[in-house]
């Protein structure tokens, strides 16, 4: 029974007013006395030798301020995973758009004629554009054979199934790479002194890492680097771990320049030179018994990094133990790898490998049941992850959950068998090669929540909550607010914990002199992780207080405030401090890639109904179904808002957002050309929870940040098919792919597919 | 934002006399801006190359709907957003009124004039084919008087338009003689709302006793400038309307445009739907 | 104003007061509120006229001020996000916005909120699919729209508009 007075509730979000009367303040709203601007040039080839930089005509290059590799103090990288992206190019470049020397001026609008004035001359190295042209490595570009990380996970007997199968089904899939297309775009201000060091100010994710990278940067200890999230527009991933590179490039021009240096990308800048989702390539091949059973499979996945590491050994890394999906499989073989090529290195954007290969998993389910002559939903319930079987890393499902229970409620919510039959119905006598088919399509599908395996115990996350003079508490994070809610969420956490109003409760803006290293803002961790050690934490002040005498064990509103007030007033500042502990029982093998690979798994169905039109090959959804077990809701508003908008991002995977590369480099960086779905596209999404709760989770919650964007390309292509009786193994998948597709096949019918 | 300002002059010279004179001094050197959604565009690109501009925006002589017994005369100042809600326009020339809410967002729509998305003269432009269907005349004023022209032939190539280089379009005069005749406009985008067009169909018709009496269709996006089916057309009048002549008509269409590959979609593509188009444009007739 | 040559003087009225501005005439009128007149509520979000984050009304029309040349504002009647609420107190679409999560990120929201007054002072009682469409020139990334749209015609519920 819940008793929680505050969590549970949708109180109003903590920064709202400000968001909603146009006070937040963004990067680009601020700016500092005596500040210039900077802007970076460019590589203008995919891979090269430097030869020659000219500073051309037309700009008084003695009151600009230029800033190139030899300017770097410390190391000439933008310290992540590894070492091997530079801050600026040396006299190599090893992708389109990669950042060779910076310029900055007091003169905004002097910039761009500035950048293109300078003029690079290189010497074309052959360069690596595909998958496929990385691993037949006729190039070298990357370490010694184009790989970045390979995983390897093995669980049962593979190698035995292929003989007793009944049927050996194969496919392969592929995704494309995705622009976050956060609002605002990348942007950082950043001042150095000789004595305090580096601060910067920016649209951020993770505070902390962009202060391990600037210390990196400048060879400064962490007492001399400053870091300072300023209100983001939307980061979906993708200022994860790049502002650490725009933040050293400001940084370096304050350090030249002597004084504060504003970089704010514009929209096509941002677009081409910034990461994106890792394109993806699955290649299945599964032994399923005669009863629809899978026996054991192989799965090839491979994702592609571009041109630097970056964080794809993490991506790979999730896309890989995700990629056997919500299903048992006695034995398997997943095979991850991540290659180089010439391109912006990619990402983190929402889901970070697991939308990659949950789409490759879910269309071959698909495919699994009409080789089979089983239908979509029998083939899923028949394999269905259940309490006290493994997952792939062998680990032992501890929920509660059923699956089969789950995906029928999703069906009876999108009226599915009816729609389905009335569909198949409607197609067949539809008139001949126009006109609309109809299609409804499904994606089961988990997300692990938190970092993977080890990885929480890594972070060693550290989070504080502190009395106030006036009585109030301010809860101390590293954790950022983008607009999924942490500031709300957090604060409704602590102010649960300590028996307070919500509106006692306030954030620290996250600030690296101010704050706890509470972990990056990433992997759907934060209401999760963080958000237990803030209550943790909160728990703290209070059991200070009772074991001081103040506080009794229950008080009321003026009896705690007193209390604080009094100890502040006496003792001065009033911190309690929580760390992450591991739960017990919770074991990961970093060499075999297996054991408990999350704390908690959130799972879900999600189900499609699309419309084709036969005359444009557009593709409508008429209907969305969103329903996931997500632990417990700690705001309903905010939880329905983040499955919507993730839903949104996953239509535009499938359906709009494509990027058009050229040698490297993307094509279609405008807003214009460069597709996103607008209040006109998408249908209603429907959006439904189940609480199983959560030992792991703040009041029992999980991660659902990154959750809705497993399900909807699958979701949509699976209806696609449905609808055309043509399979969708690639996406995104526009107009034009569906006019091939239906062109290639002939005659658009559905016969009868073993349903 | 990649351009500077302090390179720019934008004069407003408030009277559409004052603006062709300057036009004549100086022809070619001046850019006339009106609402300029796309001039904009292009100057935050950093492309434009025209360094002088003069506004044109908000002209009294260029606003204004006059409704005559013989046709209708939009100013070319008019915005998309006064096009859509007249109310003659919508009954008489809903082709015109269907291509303005399909322009942009509102808020472009708003801002976005007839006279300057003619001028821009891009094939892509959605309410281009709706003139060409409806052989609007344009009004062109200059220095040297005003002169009344086509807009059938006006577009003459690529972005290129037979405007004199100190002339300005004053306004678009439609003819109201389209009663009795269907309607039908489509547009495909790669969305919704705000797209540009990949293919855009504006067509009428008017068949008598199952026979084609007159029939007009143009299509935007599949050649350099907006395109009348003029062969099409041709063999589908005086024919009766049937499935023969659907296919007849898609694929004599199909061998008139010239579409292209391009950053939108693709020659293919655009083929076929502009056949499927014309198809269901019959479909409304039959 | 008619002087092409260097910065003018160009006076127009922001969420009711008169202002004169220094401005060279092709400055954007984005960039003027934002920098000139300190009203930074106002984003930059495309430069292109797509995303709408940009959106301000000028006499009574929603525009992308990022495609207006402030020579042009003279003596228009702007409004921006800032002249919305009156004081401490919240216009309704702002309120609606708060409880119905129409704000996640807050970016698109300044220009999401004038583009929906807009909407309700043309149509007070909008179907779905006038704030579907009226709403189209604005961008969000965030919300997928669902609590947007919800937040706009409880407003309009309210009473906007009318």
Known sequence: MKTERIVGTAVPRKEGRDKVTGQAQYVDDIGLPGMLYGATVRSRVPRGKIVKITFGAGIAWDEVVVVTAKDIPGKNCVALIGEDQPCLADGVVNHPEEPILLLAHEDRHLLPKAVKAVEVDYDPLPAVFTIEQSERMATVIWGEDNTFKKYLIEKGEVDGVWEKADYIVEGEYFTGAQEQLYIENNGMIAVYDPEHGVTVWGSLQCPYYVHKALMRLFGLGENKVRVVQTETGGAFGGKEEYPSMIAGHAALLAKKAGRPVKIIYDRMEDMVATTKRHPSRTRHRTAVSGDGKILGGEIEFVVDGGAYMTLSPVVLSRGTIHAGGPYHWPSLRVRGKAVATNAPPHGAFRGFGAPQSLFAMERHMDRIAQVVGLTPVEIRKRNFLKPGLTTATEQVVGDEIDLSGLLDRGLALADYAAKKERFARENATASGQTGKRKGIGMATFLHGAGFTGSGERYLNSLVGVEGLVDGRVRVLVSSTEFGQGTNTVLCQIAAEALGLPYEDVEIAQPDTEEVPNSGPTVASRTVMVVGKLVQSAARGIRQTLVAEGRLGESYSREEFREACQKRVAEKGEFFSWARFETPSGIYWDDEKYRGEAYAAYAWAVYIAEVRVDLTTYGVTLEDFVALQEVGRVLHPVLARGQIAGGVAQGIGYALYEKVIWQDGRMQNGQMTNYIMPTSADLPEIRVYFEELGNAHGAYGAKGIGELPMDGPAPAIANAIEDALGIPINAIPVLPEDIFAAVTAAGDVHVEGRGR | ?286 | MSAGQGPGEIQFTVNGEARSVRAYPMERLLDVLRHQLGLTGTKEGCGEGECGSCSVLMDGKLVNSCLVPVLQVEGANVVTIEGLAQGAELHALQQAFLEWGGAQCGICTPGMIVAASHLLSRKAAPTLEDIREGLAGNLCRCTGYIQIIEAVAEAARRGVGR
Not at chain 2, 190 to 204: D, E, F, G, H, T
């Open chain 2, 1 to 286: 934002m990649r351009s500077h300002p302090a390179e720019y002059e934008l004069v407003a010279p408030g009277s559409l006399h004052a603006v062709v004179m300057l036009l004549a001094q100086e022809p070619g050197e001046w850019l006339p801006i009106a609402g300029g959604t796309d001039v904009m565009v292009q100057y935050a690109a950093g492309t434009l190359s025209a360094r002088r501009l003069v506004s044109i925006w908000n002209l009294p002589e260029l606003r204004g709907i006059e409704v005559s017994a013989v046709e209708v005369r939009i100013g070319a100042g008019c915005s998309y957003s006064e096009i859509r809600g007249h109310e003659v326009i919508a009954q008489e020339f809903s082709l015109l009124s269907s291509a303005a809410g399909w322009t942009g967002s509102i808020a472009n729509q708003n801002r976005g004039t007839l006279g300057g998305n003619i001028v821009n003269a891009s094939p892509a432009a959605d309410s281009l084919p709706a003139l060409l269907v409806y052989e609007a005349e344009l009004m062109l004023a200059s220095a040297r008087g005003e002169r009344r022209v086509p807009y059938v032939g006006f577009h003459t190539g690529y972005k290129k338009l037979g405007l004199a280089p100190d002339e300005l379009i004053r306004a678009v005069c439609l003819p109201r003689r389209y009663a009795g005749y269907v309607a039908y406009a489509r547009k495909v985008g790669a969305r919704n709302a705000q797209a540009i067009s990949k293919v855009c169909v504006a067509a009428l018709g008017k068949v008598a006793g199952g026979v084609v009496e007159d029939v007009r269709i143009a299509v935007g996006s599949v050649a350099p400038t907006p395109l009348r089916l003029v062969e099409t057309e041709l063999v589908m009048r005086g024919q009766r309307v049937d499935s023969a002549l659907k296919g007849l008509a898609r694929k004599t269409a199909a061998r008139e445009i010239q579409p292209i590959d391009d950053i939108r979609s693709n020659a293919g593509y655009r083929a076929a739907v502009t056949g499927n188009l014309v198809g269901e444009f019959l479909g409304r007739l039959g």
